[in-house]
T-cell receptor
Framework: SQQGEEDPQALSIQEGENATMNCSYKTSINNLQWYRQNSGRGLVHLILIRSNEREKHSGRLRVTLDTSKKSSSLLITASRAADTASYFCATEGDSGYSTLTFGKGTMLLVSP | NAGVTQTPKFQVLKTGQSMTLQCAQDMNHEYMSWYRQDPGMGLRLIHYSVGAGITDQGEVPNGYNVSRSTTEDFPLRLLSAAPSQTSVYFC????????????FGSGTRLTVV
C-alpha cells in the first residue's frame, strides 16, 4: 500500500511563482525524500530530510518535516519552465532494511 | 560513472512469454531494488536486495523473480508474462541505509499483449 500521499495531485503556476507540494505518510520513518521525474524519464533524487530534522534547504528547494503530523512539504521558489515535472515523496521506514515507499506524486506545470 | 543502467528500454511480450530485465550499477552500492510504475499508482516495490546473495520481496512480488550474484547486477525475471504486468519498470540503487538517496535507472517500458 502507498505510504505517502501528495497533495495536490496537479499544480499549474506561472514562471517566477512559488510551488508548494505536500506529502502525508502513515508510519514511523527514518527519513523522507523528494524525487523529480520528467516525462518518460527516471526519477532524480532532490533532497532528503531525516526524522530528527525539521527543515532543509537546497538551492531553490525548501523541505519541511513535521513528524508529529506525519507530513512534509516541498517548496520550489521562483519556479522555471524547466521545473515542469512530477514530484514524488518517498519514505524510508525506521525498521529493517532500507526500502522506499512512494506516494502517487504531484504533477507540476510551470508556464512561461 | 554510468550510474544505473537498465536494458532494454522498450519491450513487447506476448502473454506467457518470459524475459529478463537487466539492471547494472557501477557505484558499488549495496542496496538495489526494482519498482514498477503504473498510471495513478506511483511506484511500487517488487523485490529488493541488501547485498550479493540476499534478496527479499516487496509489495508486489508475484510473477517476478530476482537474484543477486554480484554487487553490480540485479536482474528481474518475468516468469510467464501477463497483461497486468504492462508497466514501466525502474531499477534503483543506494549505499547502505539509503541516507544519500537512491539512484534510478531510466526505466524499461514493457507491454504485454
Amino acid at each position: 500500500s502507498q505510504q505517502g500521499e501528495e497533495d495536490p495531485q496537479a499544480l499549474s503556476i506561472q514562471e517566477g511563482e512559488n510551488a508548494t507540494m505536500n506529502c502525508s505518510y502513515k508510519t514511523s520513518i527514518n527519513n523522507l525524500q523528494w524525487y523529480r521525474q520528467n516525462s518518460g524519464r527516471g526519477l532524480v533524487h532532490l533532497i532528503l530530510i531525516r526524522s530528527n530534522e525539521r527543515e532543509k534547504h537546497s538551492g531553490r528547494l525548501r523541505v519541511t518535516l513535521d513528524t508529529s503530523k506525519k507530513s512534509s512539504s516541498l517548496l520550489i521558489t521562483a519556479s522555471r519552465a524547466a521545473d515542469t515535472a512530477s514530484y514524488f515523496c518517498a519514505t524510508e521506514g525506521d525498521s529493517g532494511y532500507s526500502t522506499l515507499t512512494f506516494g502517487k506524486g504531484t504533477m507540476l506545470l510551470v508556464s512561461p | 560513472n554510468a550510474g544505473v543502467t537498465q536494458t532494454p528500454k522498450f519491450q513487447v511480450l506476448k502473454t506467457g512469454q518470459s524475459m529478463t530485465l537487466q539492471c547494472a550499477q557501477d557505484m558499488n552500492h549495496e542496496y538495489m531494488s526494482w519498482y514498477r510504475q503504473d498510471p495513478g499508482m506511483g511506484l511500487r516495490l517488487i523485490h529488493y536486495s541488501v547485498g550479493a546473495g540476499i534478496t527479499d520481496q516487496g509489495e508486489v512480488p508475484n510473477g517476478y523473480n530476482v537474484s543477486r550474484s554480484t554487487t553490480e547486477d540485479f536482474p528481474l525475471r518475468l516468469l510467464s508474462a501477463a497483461p497486468s504486468q504492462t508497466s514501466v519498470y525502474f531499477c534503483a540503487s543506494s549505499v547502505q541505509g539509503g541516507s544519500y538517496g537512491y539512484t534510478f535507472g531510466s526505466g524499461t517500458r514493457l507491454t504485454v499483449v
